[in-house]
């Protein structure tokens, strides 16, 4: 259970925020970040003048029907052709949960209905990263989070 639930994206960021769990159960996609994400110092619940993380926290995105999330992951060749995987999001879920890999938010593009999330996925042997893209057909996100880390600033 989360304090705070804010629907307003405009004061909150996801760049550079981990999340290493992710939940998808009655139409309810969740991104759990161990680490929290930023409150930017415009935020009303923010008591000071600089971007801070919170605590752990949680994104929810109530999605429109089971079409409504596309992963791409994006892998170099040896020659150097990238190639672009579809993934599915069971297999990407169980993969994070797993600990295989985490993702790295680095850049949001919001259009009516949907969002782009251009990401890094981190593994712990080679090759180390790779490019990822997550689209997501919502309307509605949640953010959630408890308290803020005035101590981790931007």
Request: proline letters at 1%.
């Amino acid at each position: 259970m989360y304090k705070h639930c804010d629907l307003d994206d405009s004061c909150i960021s996801l760049h550079d925020c981990c999340a290493e769990k992710i939940n998808f159960d009655n139409g309810i996609l969740s991104f759990i970040f161990p680490d929290g994400f930023w409150i930017t110092q415009y935020h009303s619940l923010n008591d000071s003048d600089n971007t801070v993380l919170t605590n752990s926290s949680q994104v929810d995105f109530e999605i429109f029907d089971k079409k409504g999330i596309e992963i791409f992951i994006f892998n170099k060749t040896k020659k150097g052709t990238v190639i672009r995987n579809d993934w599915e999001l069971i297999n990407f879920r169980d993969m994070v949960n797993a600990g295989n890999f985490r993702i790295e938010f680095l850049t949001q593009y919001k259009s009516h209905e949907s969002f782009l999330f251009k990401c890094w996925v981190w593994f712990d042997r080679a090759p180390y990263h790779s490019e990822c893209e997550i689209i997501i057909y919502s309307e509605k996100v949640l953010y959630r989070w408890n308290e803020l880390r005035y101590d981790c600033s931007w």
